[in-house]
């Protein structure tokens, strides 16, 4: 899965290289987590060609890679 993204306000293309979904197994589950389920996902930063772009990578931070995780998560 790809989509355009906008980085450090340069714009982009996340490209998911893997994406594993749990689903929830509601309220009898042993454990929160295990009741609402879980998205993991790893992804590249691409340029607008399609091209990696470590010179973008580099401007990821924690709260942006979460903020692009949750995007992957509501798109999957």
Known sequence: MQFNYRLAGI???I???SLTIVA?????APSEIDA???VESEFDVL???GRPAPWLARKLTDRITSDIQTEIAERA
């Open 11 to 13: 714009p982009c293309i």
């Open 15 to 17: 490209d998911v290289t």
């Open 24 to 28: 929830g197994e509601g309220y009898g």
């Open 36 to 38: 609402r389920g879980w």
């Open 47 to 49: 340029d607008t060609r």
